[in-house]
């Protein structure tokens, strides 16, 4: 299989790439694509692009790519990829950052509503489980 | 000796387990646990935004209220609390203008917060503090021949920069198992992430998790996997129903805190335990054991 991407200077230093990096914090280009967070990453089985796919695309501007991917939600921030990336590079805040893209828009774009739920199943969570799963997946 | 305490939401309800064994087993080596009168939740998770200073109130509000309890340092035994707290401390030590920024927001608060408070985790503070040889010299009932797989998972040990022990490979946990008299075993996958709040929306993927970290446990006969947080805790004992489901030759082990061992090892009341709180009810075992 082929892939076509197109790339211009102009998506290099978009403005979606200034947010990431400033939210995040990080230096996009300081990745070299070694691949080692997504070696490590216990979400990998259950993401559509891996933690280096997500870090390339971002520094290739690819904002549309990345902000319908599901990966960005499944990632947990678990940070094994973040104790060992040889070029510290903290994949987890880019990730947050990408998510944040979406969730500080105006449109409530939430990955989770707690109306969604029985209340049996509410009971049954712990309260770490629905506060942590509330700041990570709602605005 | 005196120590603040902070249990945080979960041990409240969910992990009243967590919380009953750590006073009572405390007790018995001599520190006297001292809830916080007021604290709030922590927040859970440590915000990873750089400009989004909202998300250290929760935590630096708690911080103020260990100042004002007269303490200096203070424990938390939940994972997830420790590492919101602590690096929510870490932040203000380095980063002045934040803390002057919390600090204005905060400005109905009577104490001004200044980076001078120290947090600990309870597997740290027993190492370091307490000492496991003065526990093992404690222990009344050792916990021989119990095979104990001690699982991390992400907030004891990422980042580098909270963690107390080795981030890929701890054993903070094992040495305190060894000085209870039990045996730990092997265990590969004792720092993978169990799925966190995946347990809400995505339940397949928490047992996923639960199935791959109860076959690593299994791989060297555990008898039992111990945690340090509510959430493992959910994830690896109560969702094994989940994992079941989807995995049908999942096969599951009884899951404790650590401190609900180190509980039985010093002789406390039973009534700490709260067996009924478990998902698999760890009785069967330990009563065949002798231990219950
Ligand atoms: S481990 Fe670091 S350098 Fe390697 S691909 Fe991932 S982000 Fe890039
Ligand atoms: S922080 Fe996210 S991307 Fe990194 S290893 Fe964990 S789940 Fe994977």
Not at chain 1, 36 to 44: H, L, V
Request: glycine share 6%; hydrophobic share 45%.
């Amino acid at each position: 299989m082929t892939t076509t991407i197109r790339l211009s200077a102009a998506r290099l230093s978009s403005p979606f790439v200034r947010q990431v990096e400033k939210i995040s914090g990080q230096k996009l280009l300081a990745c070299y694509q070694c691949g080692k967070c997504s070696a490590g990453c216990p979400m990998a089985p259950h993401m559509d692009m891996l933690p280096n796919q997500i870090i390339r695309l971002a520094q290739l501007g690819m904002e549309e790519k990345l902000l319908a991917s599901n990966a960005i939600w499944i990632c947990v921030s678990c940070m094994t990829c973040n104790t060992r990336c040889p070029k510290d590079v903290r994949i987890a805040e880019v990730i947050e950052a990408i998510r944040a893209t979406v969730l500080r828009t105006n449109a409530r774009n939430d990955r989770l509503a707690s109306a969604d739920f029985l209340p049996e199943t509410l009971a049954a969570l712990p309260p770490i489980a629905l506060i942590a799963g509330l700041r990570k997946l709602t605005s | 000796m005196k120590l603040a305490y902070y249990p945080g939401c979960t041990l409240k309800n969910h992990a009243r387990n967590f919380d009953d064994t750590t006073v009572a087993s405390m007790a018995r080596l001599g520190v006297e646990v001292r809830e916080l009168e007021r604290w709030n939740c922590c927040g859970t998770v440590h915000g990873l935004a750089s400009d989004n200073l909202m998300q250290r109130a929760a935590p630096v509000t708690n911080l103020i209220r260990v100042k004002e309890s007269g303490a200096g340092e203070f424990m938390t035994g939940c994972a997830m609390c420790y590492n919101t707290l602590k690096r929510a401390n870490q932040h203000m030590r380095k980063d002045a203008a934040a803390l002057a920024t919390l600090n204005d927001f905060l400005s109905l608060e009577e104490t001004q917060y200044a980076g001078d408070v120290d947090v600990f985790h309870l597997l740290e503070f027993l190492r370091d503090r307490v000492g496991f040889d003065k526990l093992a010299a404690a222990v009344t009932k050792p916990l021989k021949g119990l095979r104990v797989a001690c699982y991390y998972g992400c907030m004891l040990v990422r980042p580098r920069e909270v963690a107390f022990d080795d981030s890929e490979s701890p054993a903070i946990m094992e040495n305190l198992i060894a000085a209870l008299g039990a045996t730990p075993v092997p265990f590969a996958l004792k720092a993978e992430c169990c799925g966190a709040y995946h347990a809400v929306g995505r339940p397949e993927i928490v047992a996923d998790r639960t199935d791959k970290i109860m076959g690593s446990a299994l791989a060297h006969a555990a008898d039992i996997v111990i945690v340090s947080c509510p959430l493992c805790a959910h994830n690896l004992d109560h969702k094994q129903v989940e994992a079941k489901k989807h995995h049908p030759d999942f096969h599951g082990l009884p899951v404790l805190y650590f401190t609900q061992l180190m509980a039985i090892a010093l002789g406390c009341d039973d009534a700490a335990q709260h067996f009924e709180l478990h998902h698999v009810d760890p009785r069967p075992l330990l009563t065949d054991r002798g231990l219950a």
